[in-house]
């Protein structure tokens, strides 16, 4: 009897070990080795440098970027790239709870590119290689261009929940807009998203605006570059983590403020409302406008919070800081355009210069639509007038520029034109400043 339980107790024993190792099986054992969330970033010199940027279900071994001239993109021949920053993407419980997959970043700086140049690119962790994408390089010579600009891209849909993943029909519309834009215009070179991508930057939130982002890409796999802007709802690690600018973000979120020379005589400064907008960030303002406005025919501005917005209290400290110490270098400068998100409404607003209205001032764009619900703006406001626009719409800007002159235009969620206007580049002379 003593023998038989022993060997009743044994056999147990040895079940219930098999029965845990069952349950609990290791999780690379589980899961399925894919690649995702395809995107390429520029940042400072897009003629010949750009980041490209993956999502993986496993961190892999070796991540990389397979890249060449060729549209077949033999794997012998091909240029291969190690990614220089991987990680596993940061959760918290709200993320577990929404069911997002656990993920990993992974980002690579391609370099020495050559100026207007398709590339053709897989990115791979491992075995697992994506489908081949292209980008197109800036240029190195004059030619005329032109570029999206939107921001605010959380929520939309019907019956948005604070979570805003519900149903995101507004979000994949205009992206899908992107798409056909794009394919129907070669000139339009980068897709400049003024911030507030989601709700948070948390990866429940990020996880779906990367799934969204894939309707951009156009039916040829050509992928628009993104030049990023930071808002106020991208405070939370997964920002740094996915949407990684080499040096320009280096483990710190309040780095994001550079300067992209889309053409030789083209650039565009973007700038971070999410950190002091004195101190170093309004330095490297006054250096870039005093060593790079001389040469450059056009100097656009883009950062999420307005200077003069359409929506908002108009005191609000950060509007105010905005106009405090920006806008004096914005008007000494004279930038060509300023473009501003946040408010979640259309607006142009009427030239302004010295706190007025000027025929001479500096128009302000933008304040948000690519998706987010919009709000009731403010007509009534003394920067708006006969020639402005200020209206609660979905949209984008597309800003089309040319040698002297360039058209911006607003175009609403069925590709309907619903403001278009002009404006001319205003040549930097240094011997024109009052110090
Ligand atoms: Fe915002
Ligand atoms: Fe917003």
Redo the contacts with the bound molecule.
């Keep these: 009897m003593k023998i038989q339980s022993k060997f009743i107790l044994v056999f147990c024993c040895l079940l219930s070990l098999y029965s845990c190792k069952k349950e609990k099986p290791s999780q690379s054992d589980d899961i399925k080795l894919q690649v995702m969330h395809p995107r390429v970033i520029w940042t400072e010199k897009p003629s010949e440098h750009a980041i490209i940027s993956w999502t993986s279900t496993l961190l892999g071994k070796d991540n990389y970027v397979l890249y060449d001239t060729v549209a077949n993109l033999n794997n012998d021949s091909a240029f291969k790239l190690n990614s220089s920053k991987d990680g596993k993407i940061f959760m918290r419980k709200m993320d577990y709870d929404e069911g997002v997959p656990e993920a990993f970043y992974h980002h690579a700086e391609l370099n020495n590119l050559k100026p207007s140049t398709t590339y053709y690119f897989k990115n791979c962790t491992d075995n697992s290689c994506s489908e081949i994408y292209n980008f197109i390089t800036a240029p190195d010579k004059e030619q005329p261009y032109a570029f999206i600009s939107g921001?605010?891209s959380?929520l939309g849909g019907e019956k948005p929940r604070f979570a805003g993943r519900t149903p995101l029909v507004e979000r994949k519309k205009i992206n899908k807009m992107i798409a056909k834009m794009t394919e129907e215009d070669a000139s339009i070179m980068a897709f400049a998203h003024g911030?507030?991508y989601c709700t948070t930057a948390d990866w429940r939130h990020l996880y779906y605006w990367f799934e969204d982002h894939a309707l951009t890409i156009t039916k040829d796999n050509r992928i628009l570059p993104l030049i990023i802007t930071r808002?106020?709802?991208e405070h939370e690690i997964g920002f740094l983590e996915n949407f990684w600018l080499g040096e320009i973000s280096n483990e710190y979120s309040d780095g994001y403020f550079f300067m992209t020379q889309i053409t030789p005589s083209s650039a565009l400064i973007t700038l971070n409302t999410e950190t002091s907008m004195a101190g170093d960030q309004l330095e490297f303002l006054e250096e870039v406008l005093e060593g790079h406005r001389a040469k450059n025919n056009w100097m656009f501005v883009q950062y999420h919070k307005p200077a003069y917005p359409a929506v908002k209290d108009y005191d609000s400290e950060d509007f105010y800081h905005v106009r405090k110490y920006w806008v004096p270098l914005f008007e000494k400068y004279k930038i060509s355009l300023a473009l501003e998100?946040?408010g979640?409404a259309l607006k142009k607003t009427m030239p302004i210069l010295n706190g007025k209205v000027d025929k001479n001032g500096i128009i302000y764009v933008g304040e948000?639509g690519l998706g987010?619900p919009q709000r009731d703006p403010d007509p009534s406001r003394w920067y708006f007038g006969k020639e402005s626009i200020v209206e609660s719409k979905h949209h984008l800007w597309k800003v089309s520029v040319y040698d002297s002159i360039a058209n911006v235009t607003a175009f609403g969620i069925e590709q309907d034109t619903l403001h278009t206007f002009n404006i001319h580049a205003k040549p930097f002379l240094v011997e024109s400043i009052d110090n």
Excluded: A, C
């Design positions: 921001g605010d959380r911030g507030d808002g106020n709802h998100s946040d979640h948000g987010v």
